[in-house]
């Protein structure tokens, strides 16, 4: 029987101990608390097993797996509140801290929405996380809006997801499924965002908010992000063309490499990186490029 206001919670994380203390708290001090919290560990070696195995609180569920990466960790999460037959699940991952209204700002639009995101807030300065964008589907590129929409009014209409603090409604999970384990990171929410656009209007709000905690090496590209961002446009371009009018291959690679090249240029200037860095960089960013040419020409 499933219950028309309840909300599981889903935090997945990866070595991140400290910042997810953090957002375990917070989401356990909103005032309009979830009914559940489903904490998937994605393979952490930071004791982060441990810590979880002496939280002793009824409403939270842990759940360990090998590290199969964040899109890993969503479709397990998700995929377990969906079974529990929670009606709202509430997306995060571990870096993310909400306000203690937050869960309860987000309720506020259900009659309007059935996808809806939070403004988030970088802790360390108060900045504004501008992410306000529109998913062009001729490029899998955004088109970055910059939260112009929020100015002057509380929400604005987006045609994309983000994991950090969406909260989606179960119907929509049954029409368009989990989120695809197959993106390992990136790309796994903007898909899962395009799709769910199809039956809702998602809403991003600045009257709910969290913040979010920036990583000391956030301004350097990892390996496995220059990777996976540029494989991924390909599998997010295999997965959505259906969907989509055709005939703008032209246009999809021709902002493809206009980023590419653009990408590498910032690496080669970049003065936080070593030149074997450098060179890792510009390698695993020409091997996603071609691992994800041949995903996207495979039958």
Not at 4 to 30: D, G, P, W
Not at 156 to 164: D, H, I, L
Request: glycine share 6%; net charge positive.
């Amino acid at each position: 029987m499933i219950n028309r206001a309840s909300v599981c919670a889903v935090i997945v994380t990866y070595n991140r101990l400290a910042f997810l203390k953090e957002c375990i708290i917070s989401v356990l001090n909103q005032t309009s608390a979830p009914d559940k919290i489903i904490i998937v560990n994605n393979g952490s070696t930071d004791g982060t097993n441990e810590y979880l195995q002496q939280l002793n609180f009824a409403q939270i569920e842990v759940i360990n797996q090998d590290n199969i990466g964040g899109a890993g960790g969503f479709n397990t999460g998700i995929g377990k509140a969906y079974e529990q037959d929670y009606e709202w699940i509430w997306v995060m991952d571990d870096d993310v801290e909400p306000f203690n209204d937050c869960l309860e700002q987000l309720l506020k639009y259900t009659e309007l929405s059935k996808c809806i995101h939070p403004l988030r807030v970088f802790k360390d300065n108060n900045e504004v996380f501008k992410w306000e964008h529109y998913f062009d589907y001729r490029t899998c590129m955004p088109i970055l809006l910059n939260n112009a929409s929020l100015k002057h009014k509380d929400y604005c209409f987006v045609n994309t997801a983000c994991f950090e603090g969406m909260l989606i409604n179960r119907s929509i999970v049954k029409e368009i499924g989990l989120p695809r384990k197959e993106y390992f990171i990136a790309g796994d929410d903007t898909e899962y965002g395009v799709m769910a656009n199809f039956y809702t209007n998602i809403i991003y709000t600045k009257t709910a908010q969290m913040y979010r905690k920036r990583v000391e090496v956030s301004s350097k590209m990892r390996p496995l992000q220059a990777y996976y961002e540029y494989r991924n446009l390909f599998l997010l371009r295999k997965t959505l063309k259906p969907y989509f009018p055709g005939g703008f291959s032209s246009l999809f690679y021709k902002n493809l490499f206009k980023d590419f090249y653009k990408r590498i240029k910032i690496v080669i200037k970049g003065k936080e990186y070593t030149f074997k860095e450098k060179r890792t960089l510009i390698l695993r960013m020409f091997s996603g490029i071609k691992d994800g040419f041949k995903m996207y020409k495979k039958k």
